[in-house]
Structures are given as C-alpha cells and as structure tokens.
C-alpha cells in the first residue's frame, strides 16, 4: 500500500491548451458498424472491457521492460512498472494507466485509428528470436481496446512514448461515432492512461468493491502490480480520509515458477485461492511442455466434492485457462473430458486459438493436443494415487467414483486405463466396507476362471441379498455388486477386461465348473407348463433353476436385455423402451415349489402369482397390483389356516 501513485494523473489537466492543433481524422475501417458489433455482439460479458484494458496495460509494461535491456535509461525512476486503476464517481471517469512503453503519434493512429491491428502481434514479430524477451504478451487480435466502448460513451487515452520528450505527449479521443481527435500535449511522465467516461447504466465499474472483484478474478496474475485508488475513512472522528493506493493482484502466477521453488504449502495455499476450498487437496500435478506448443499445467484432485456436484453434470466446470497469464475463462471444456469434470487447476498456454472476444476456445489439433495430454496427466495422477496412497485414493472414490466410470464409455482410447482405476464391493468383503479393483478380483479368482462375475442392483443391500448369488456364495465364487445408477449403463459398453469376459450372474444361462447349461430340447415339466400359462405375458417362460439354492424363485435377463431397475428408471422418465420379457426361474426343490405343485386348481394361480411377484420384489422393482398381491397372500394364509 503506497499513499501516492508512482506517476501522477493527467485526467485533471487533460484540457490543457495542445501544443499543436488538434485534428479530426476518421478511422481507418467502417468503424461504426465494427464498434457496433463489439459492444452489442462480440463480448457476451462487459466486464470483460477491464480485462482487456488491464491486458494492454501489461503488454506496454512487458514491451518496456524488453527495450529497457538495451536502454535501461527507458525504465522510470526507481525501475517499478506498475498498473493504476482509479474510479471519480463524481465526474463518472474510470481511468486506466501503466507506466510502460507508451505511444507516438504516428503508433497512436496506427494502432488505435485503425480497427484490429495489434500493435503487440508485430512487436512479437520483430522480437521473434531475441535472447531474454518475454513473450508473456496478449492482444493478437488489436479490438481490445475497443471494448471500452462497451461502457463508456467517451473514450480519451493520453501517452508519451518512453524515452522521448514531454511535449512530444499524444491525447486521443472518440465517442465511438466513426472520427477520433488527436494531437499533441504535454505529458509529464512516459506511459499510457486511457479515461473512460461511463454511460449512466455503468456506475457499477467505478465502484471499488467491483473493480476489486473483477481485477481478482480476470488479472491477479497479471506479472506487474496493479494498484487501486481506495479513500481511507479517517481513524479518529473528525479526521480527514486519507487516499490509499493498495496492490489489488497476486503479481505472480505460481504455475509459471520451477517445481523446485515450490513448497507443498505454496500449492496447497494457491489451490485454496483458486477454488475457495477450505479442504487440502489430495494431490496435483504440475507440468511444463515446451517445443512446438508451449502451455503449463497445473492440476488438481479434490478431496470432497460439492455438495450439488452430482446435480450439476452439464454445468461448466473444471480447468481455468489463461493465455499468458491473462485468464480466459473459467471452464475450459474442451481441454477435459467430461468424465474428468472434478478436476480443477490451471492451463496456460502461449498459443492457444481464442475467438475474437477471447472468450471461448476454438477447436483444432493444438487444443486436441493439449486435452490429451491433460486427461493423460490426471488419469496418472489418479493411478499414482491408487498405488502410492490407497487411503486417500479411497477417499476420491468414494466421492466421484460414479464420475470417473463415464469415463470407461466416453473415452474409448483410454478405457483400460480407466477401467483399472473403477473400485467395486464385492461378495468377499462386503461386510468390511471394502472395495477392489478388476485386477485384484483377477489375482484372486486365478487363471482358470475365465469370466468376471457381476450383479448390479439399485442398491447395496438389495444387490448382496439377491438370489443371484445363491449358487456363486456355495461354490466360492467372487461376485463384484454393481450398486450405482450409471452401472448398467458402464456395463453395455465394458464388457471385457485384461482378456475376460465381465458376465451378470442375473442374465442368461448358468453354467459353472464345467457344468452344462440346461438342455432346451427336454421336456418341459407339467407344473411349468402350467405356471406358463398362468403368468401368460407377464414372463418369457418359466424354467428350473440352476443358481437358486436357497430361495424359490429369481428373475432372469438375456445376455443384452437392460437390468429391470434401469428400465424403470428409464420409464418413469418418459422413455420409450422395446418390450422384454424375463425368464421366471423356480428352485424345483424348494418347499413353496412342492406346496404349489400339490396346491388344489383353485389355488394353483395364487400360489404361481406369488412365486413370481416373490421374484420380482427380491429384485427391487415393484408390483404392478400390489392390492391383488395383498388379497393372494391373505386367501392363502387363510386357506392354510383352515387345513390345519
């Protein structure tokens, strides 16, 4: 905090008597019609006008300091380039000033008479290949400026290039109506302050609080300070205020400095400013690339997800871009898959292709690139995690697990690598809350099984208490239980891993340890025959079961059909599905099967209805007729009653 502006202000004295007569020129392009487009169409933000404002100021700074490397006399006195920003709410002026390179008379028409010519693209033209430039520099497309229009009804921008004299000074003015003002005047010190004089609905921007906020989230890492003119209330009663002109941006950008440099407390610090996360996260990644493209890296891996996280799947989240440290946006999509969406960090790129606005990212092979190379880092991360700390990988798990299994379907190139990250219950260790990976359910099942037996279910308890995994809990057999809505869904694209086949125990036919399936052509047994034809279409048919050993009956799918609870998932959302119809399988030695048999013809139907909704509730799902179900269950009760 600093109690005077390094320059003085020349607003106050910008009517001064011009030491040459000012002349009227008009602007070298349809500029009305180009203005027009800009304030009402190419900026979808207008805040954005001081990002890129603060942009130009940066770039003039930059561009000094490179010439001050053969001309140190250049720098100003005491060698600090800065950014001032100061609001007069009385006047409704926002001025913008930097102490950079500044401008002649001939750069002003060039630059700012003429719509979209950068002067910053030539400068990194000429100054392409020089030892010790820093080409940390924006505005390739020359409209910036322009987006002061955006807010301002009068645009004046006084400058005097560095190292020349103080009457060789330039005032440029324009109220965006096709001409411009221009001559000379005498400027104290070298640099460039552009004056805003605010439209009435735009008081907003010379209030402080707002300039704070904006200069935060679009330039804090700007690498000059930027200073705010604040009034200070006097600390005593009667006092007078005192002005204060206080450092409003981190000044650096923690991405761009060596790893070496950096503490664990450095990133935590900065992962905290960037996400406003009160939690540590549980890792990051930090990478530089130079060569054809030159970006940097910066990713994170929370630890607790937001509270509206799952609700907010097609909101914009992830990385941060910037372009030369200036921040772009917020979300950058395109350089994250959306299966990778609680990922957060930073990508900084010094060539990435932005719209005219610089407010979105064009598509092409430099953004594929830099989006493979940025999901190939995370899955790392993530595998390193899952190897080096098992504890906190299971922390991540447990909140995005469901997240990350988009991504076996999404992302088919990395579907392996992704798939050895998935974690699921098991039947072997349910009981413990633990969870395996598909490549310790192999080791432990060994060589000779060839399959990797699944159930998925609408829950936990309902998957472990299913019947399906009566034969497999005898025989030994691991059963991964498949609990989360997205599961059915990850299963009709994820259907092998490491050479084997990932089976349902709830669909198709069984065949375990060498043992047949059952022989369609045999007859079908008279009771059910007899069931058949009582459910009618409620069932495809009705068959012995060979996976049953404790319960009297289970539902059964064909080997594509879509598991019943996400089919009615899907049907209580309006969609239409085609019709499928499960299989009925019945224990023939379990007592309810024997009673049925011997049941008397006006029971038969009763007790069939009742094996076959017994089925569908120990899925989960539930009865079309549950009142029907009620008044089967009470005449039966009543009917046995009445034999004994």
């Known amino acids: 905090t600093r109690d005077k502006p390094y320059f003085k202000s020349s607003h106050n004295v910008r009517t001064q008597t011009m030491t040459q007569k000012t002349e009227t020129r008009a602007f070298q392009a349809e500029v009305q019609e180009v203005l027009n487009l800009m304030t009402h169409s190419l900026y979808s933000n207008k805040e954005i006008f001081l990002r890129e404002l603060i942009s130009n100021a940066s770039d003039a700074c930059d561009k000094l300091r490179f010439e001050a490397l053969a001309n140190d006399s250049l720098l100003p006195q005491?060698?600090?380039?800065?950014?001032e920003i100061e609001a007069d709410e009385e006047k409704r002026l926002l001025i913008i000033r930097d102490n950079g390179i500044g401008m002649t008379e001939a750069e002003v028409i060039e630059n700012i008479g003429t719509i979209a010519r950068s002067g910053?693209?030539?400068?990194?033209?000429?100054?392409?290949?020089?030892d010790g430039f820093d080409q940390n520099l924006i505005g390739q497309f020359g409209v910036g400026f322009y987006s002061a229009f955006i807010v301002a009804d009068n645009v004046t921008l006084l400058t005097r290039r560095a190292g020349s004299a103080a009457e060789a000074g330039v005032r440029w003015s324009s109220s965006g109506d096709g001409s411009y003002e221009i001559g000379a005047m005498d400027l104290p010190r070298a640099g460039t302050e552009i004056i805003l004089h605010l439209k009435e609905e735009e008081s907003e921007f010379l209030q402080s609080w707002t300039l704070r906020g904006l200069i935060s989230r679009y330039s804090d890492h700007i690498g000059f300070p930027i200073r705010l003119k604040e009034l200070v209330p006097a600390d005593e009663e009667g006092g007078e205020p005192t002005i204060s002109w206080a450092a409003v941006n981190?000044?650096?950008?923690?991405?761009?400095?060596?790893?070496s440099e950096l503490s664990d407390e450095q990133y935590t610090g900065f992962y905290t400013h960037l996400t406003h996360d009160h939690q540590a996260p549980l890792s990051w990644a930090h990478n530089t690339v130079e060569g054809a493209q030159n970006y940097t890296s910066l990713l994170y891996l929370p630890a607790a997800a937001p509270m509206?996280?799952?609700l907010q799947r097609d909101e914009r989240q992830g990385l941060k871009l910037y372009v030369k440290r200036v921040f772009i946006m917020d979300a950058a999509e395109q350089l994250l898959p959306h299966y990778l969406r609680f990922m957060r960090g930073v990508v900084d790129s010094d060539d990435l292709p932005l719209n005219v606005s610089r407010e979105l990212l064009q598509e092409n092979e430099a953004v594929r690139k830099i989006r493979a190379a940025v999901t190939r880092r995370s899955l790392d991360l993530l595998t390193k995690l899952a190897k080096s700390e098992p504890e906190k990988y299971a922390q991540f798990w447990a909140q995005f697990g469901t997240v990350l299994k988009e991504g076996v379907v999404e992302d088919m190139g990395n579907q392996e690598k992704v798939a050895k990250l998935l974690r699921?219950?098991?039947?072997?260790?349910?009981?413990?809350?633990?969870?395996?990976?598909?490549?310790?359910?192999?080791?432990?099942?060994?060589?000779e099984q060839d399959t990797i037996w699944v159930i998925t279910a609408d829950s936990l308890t309902a998957a472990r208490h299913s019947p399906h995994l009566e034969l497999f809990k005898k025989k030994d057999i691991e059963v991964l239980l498949l609990h989360d809505r997205i599961d059915e869904w990850m299963l009709g694209y994820f259907q092998e891993f490491q050479g084997k086949k990932i089976r349902s125990v709830a669909k198709g036919?069984?065949?375990?340890?060498?043992?047949?399936?059952?022989?369609?052509?045999q007859e079908k047994p008279e009771l059910l025959a007899r069931m058949e034809q009582v459910l009618g279409d409620g069932v495809q048919e009705v068959r012995a079961s060979q996976r049953l050993t404790d319960s009297a009956s289970c539902l059964v799918l064909n080997e594509q059909d879509m598991a019943l609870h996400l089919r009615r998932m899907l049907e209580q959302a309006g969609q239409e599905l085609p019709d499928s119809k499960p299989v009925l399988e019945v224990n023939l030695s379990h007592p309810l099967l024997a009673?049925?048999?011997?049941?008397a013809d006006s029971d038969f139907a009763d007790w069939t209805h009742i094996v076959h909704e017994q089925a569908v509730l120990a899925e989960g799902g539930q009865l079309e007729d549950p009142a029907a179900f009620v008044r089967r269950v009470n005449r039966l009760i009543l009917n046995v009653a009445s034999e004994s």
């Open 308 to 310: 509206d996280f799952m």
């Open 120 to 130: 910053t693209k030539r400068f990194l033209e000429r100054a392409q290949g020089e």
């Open 424 to 447: 699921f219950t098991s039947t072997q260790d349910v009981d413990a809350g633990q969870v395996t990976s598909l490549e310790d359910y192999l080791e432990r099942a060994g060589e």
């Open 250 to 259: 981190q000044a650096s950008a923690l991405w761009t400095l060596p790893k």
């Open 78 to 83: 005491g060698g600090e380039l800065q950014i």
């Open 509 to 521: 036919d069984l065949a375990l340890d060498g043992e047949e399936a059952a022989d369609e052509a």
């Open 595 to 599: 009673r049925l048999e011997s049941a």
